[in-house]
């Protein structure tokens, strides 16, 4: 079983620059989740869609940031524009939906973004 | 108060020792545990689910107090490959019926030879 993709694996870009992520999760998982994690800190939650609807984006800074799962699979998490304080990685995960068996989240390799 | 509460550490231990960690959430509504690591540079992968009857996978066991809202994990004879952040999992359902997974900010074990 493939597991979830992500690209690019690295970005530089400048404060004020705007920068694009893509995500493919494991295939028939409805669950899609995108998350910073900051250098020493856990993973933090973005942005969460099942299937193609937004499920949680409660702190998703809306201002910079935007995120799209169109037909319910591939999605993509935006920012426009960065500041420094976004340099972290960003992870993308996917689960299967509740009822549907075991629940546990797989993540992608991750994208490390570094904002200068 | 976090949602999910770690000890950083680091912790450094000689090869063979026994650890464990620790970890306090504050939702009593909270379903499920896991522990996932995390090698440097890499993304988390999951260790174990946390059963409410504890559980054991080789070297590793898992328990959960669900009373006193925490779970832990044991490490015996540890190796080196073993260093890595063990970040604690708490799984909590929405009354939407989704998910929402939180995580500590995760335990830094070192294994020294």
């Known amino acids: 079983e493939a597991g979830v993709a992500q690209s690019p694996r690295y970005k530089i870009i400048e404060k004020r620059q705007s920068v694009a992520f893509w995500c493919n999760p494991i295939?028939?998982?409805?669950?899609l989740y995108w998350y910073q994690q900051i250098l020493g800190q856990g993973p933090k939650l973005l942005i969460q869609f099942q299937n193609n609807g937004v499920v949680d984006d409660s702190q998703l800074p809306k201002d910079r940031f935007s995120a799209e799962r169109l037909k319910g699979v591939d999605s993509t998490l935006k920012i426009q524009p960065a500041k420094l304080e976004d340099s972290a990685v960003y992870l993308c995960a996917s689960s299967r939906s509740p009822g549907q068996g075991f629940h546990e989240q797989y993540f992608g390799p991750g994208t490390r973004l570094t904002v200068t | 108060r976090k949602e999910v509460e770690q000890d950083p550490g680091p912790f450094n231990v000689p090869e063979g020792a026994t650890v464990a960690f620790n970890c306090t959430y504050s939702?009593?509504?909270?379903?499920?545990f896991f522990w996932y690591r995390q090698d440097c540079r890499k993304e988390p992968k999951l260790l174990m689910s946390?059963?409410?009857s504890g559980n054991e996978d080789g070297r590793f066991t898992a328990q959960l107090n669900r009373a006193s809202q925490y779970i832990s994990l044991l490490i015996r004879d540890s190796k080196l490959s073993d260093s890595a952040t063990y970040l604690c999992?708490?799984?909590?359902?929405?009354?939407?019926?989704?998910?929402?997974?939180?995580f500590g900010t995760g335990t830094r074990l070192k294994v020294l030879a």
């Open positions: 939702n009593s509504a909270s379903q499920s």
């Open positions: 999992v708490v799984n909590i359902i929405r009354t939407s019926g989704t998910y929402k997974y939180i």
């Open positions: 295939s028939g998982h409805a669950t």
């Open positions: 946390v059963y409410s």
